[in-house]
C-alpha cells in the first residue's frame, strides 16, 4: 500500500532590508534581543529607545566566534523556555554574524520555528550574515556545519552602529564587499579601487550594492542549490584557516580574504584569472589592512579539510573561483595535483 502526502504549497519567505536609521519598532508579543555584553554596552540603550514589546528580554552570550557553539544556543533556547516563548514569539539578533547565526538558528529549532529579525551591528553582518537566512553553529569538525536555512522577518541596517566599529572589524566587512564585486559586479570592483570607503557617502553606497547583490543572488537561489555558492567565494580557503587557528587568530572576513588570495592563485594557475586581476584584488584588500599571507604547515591536511566544506561530497571538493573580475565558477573536477600545487605556494 502506498499513501501520498500533499504538501504542494507556496511559502512566502519575502522580507524588508531596511537601510536607514532604525525606525520604531512594535511587537505586541514576546520579544528576547540576543547579543553579546560588548554590543549591549555600546547600543542597547539607542534599541531600546526603538522598541516596545507585550513582554521584553535581554538574553546576552559570550562574544567571539569560539562561542559560536551549542553550549550559547542552550542558553539561548534555555532562557526562551524560562519566560514562555512560544510560536508567536520573536528573537532579534542585535549584534555581529556571530549573533545572527547563533540568534537565527535558536529561532529556527525553538519549537520548531520562529520569528526572528536582524539588526546588524557590524560592517560584515550589515552586508553579508544577515541578509539570506542561513543560520548556523561551529563545531569540531568546522564551521557552520550544524544549522538551518531561515529566513528573518526583517532585516534593519542602521549605519550608526558603525561609528563604534575597530579598524579590524571595518576591514572584514570591506573584505565581504569586495567578495560580491570580484564574483558578480565588475564595475562595482572599479568603484572600490576608485572610491575610499572611509568617507561615509561611499561606504553607503558600497553597503548598498552590496546588499542590493546578495538579494539578487538570494531571491534566486534561497537554498544554496546552484548560484548562491558562488558567495563563497573565499570561503573554502578561509574555512579551513578558521579552524586550524581555532577561531581566535583572524576574524571571518581576515580569513576570508587569505582564501580570496589563494583562490586567486588557483584561477591563475587554472588559466582563468590574469595574475594583474589577482594583484589587483590583493592590493585592494591590503589597503584596508585586510590578511593575504597565510603560512600552510600541512598541505595534505589543509587540501582534506575541503572535504568538510558544505558544498563538497565525499568523492569530490567544490571550490569557488573567480574568471576574471566580475565572474565566477562553481566547479568540483579540479585535479587534486593542481590545487595542492599551488597550496605548496602557501606553504612554510
Not at 526562551?80 to 547565526?101: E, M, T
Not at 529549532?109 to 526572528?116: M, N, P, T
Not at 570591506?174 to 570592483?189: G, L, P, S, W
Not at 550594492?209 to 570561503?235: C, F, I, M, P, W
Amino acid at each position: 500500500m502506498t499513501v501520498d502526502i500533499t504538501l504542494k504549497k507556496a511559502v512566502d519567505n519575502s522580507y524588508e532590508i531596511v537601510i536607514d536609521a532604525l525606525p520604531q519598532l512594535s511587537f505586541n508579543r514576546k520579544v528576547a534581543i540576543v547579543t553579546n555584553p560588548k554590543v549591549a554596552g555600546l547600543h542597547l540603550k539607542y534599541l531600546l529607545e526603538h522598541l516596545d514589546a507585550d513582554e521584553l528580554y535581554i538574553i546576552t552570550v559570550p562574544d567571539g566566534e569560539m562561542y559560536k557553539n551549542q553550549e550559547s544556543i542552550d542558553i539561548i533556547v534555555g532562557r526562551l523556555f524560562d519566560h514562555r516563548f512560544n510560536r508567536n514569539s520573536l528573537l532579534i539578533a542585535f549584534g555581529g554574524g556571530v549573533i545572527g547565526d547563533m540568534t537565527g538558528f535558536a529561532a529556527s529549532i525553538y519549537q520548531r520555528g520562529i520569528d526572528f529579525i536582524q539588526i546588524p551591528t557590524t560592517l560584515l553582518a550589515q552586508v553579508d550574515a544577515s541578509v539570506g537566512g542561513k543560520t548556523g553553529i561551529n563545531n569540531a569538525y568546522g564551521k557552520n556545519l550544524i544549522g538551518a536555512f531561515h529566513q528573518p522577518q526583517a532585516v534593519y541596517i542602521d549605519s550608526c552602529f558603525l561609528k563604534t566599529l575597530p579598524q579590524r572589524e571595518f576591514s572584514a566587512g570591506v573584505a565581504e564587499i569586495i567578495k560580491m564585486a570580484v564574483t558578480f559586479n565588475k564595475e562595482f570592483f572599479e568603484f572600490l579601487e576608485q572610491n575610499d570607503l572611509y568617507d561615509d557617502q561611499n561606504l553607503q553606497e558600497a553597503l548598498a550594492q552590496a546588499v542590493q547583490t546578495k538579494a539578487r543572488v538570494v531571491s534566486q537561489d534561497e537554498k544554496e542549490r546552484g548560484l548562491r555558492a558562488a558567495l563563497n567565494y573565499g570561503h573554502t580557503f578561509g574555512h579551513v584557516i578558521e579552524k586550524e587557528t581555532h577561531y581566535s587568530t583572524y576574524l571571518h572576513g581576515e580569513a576570508v580574504g587569505i582564501g580570496m588570495v589563494m583562490a586567486n592563485a588557483l584561477a591563475c594557475e587554472l588559466g582563468w584569472m590574469c595574475h594583474d586581476e589577482a594583484l589587483r584584488v590583493k592590493k585592494l584588500l591590503e589597503r584596508y589592512q585586510i590578511p593575504t599571507i597565510y603560512a600552510i604547515k600541512d598541505v595534505h591536511a589543509f587540501y582534506e579539510t575541503f572535504y568538510l566544506d558544505k558544498k563538497s561530497s565525499d568523492r569530490a571538493i567544490t571550490l569557488i573561483l573567480p574568471r576574471g573580475i566580475g565572474d565566477v565558477s562553481i566547479s568540483n573536477t579540479i585535479d587534486e595535483a593542481v590545487v595542492k600545487r599551488v597550496l605548496e605556494g602557501f606553504a612554510t
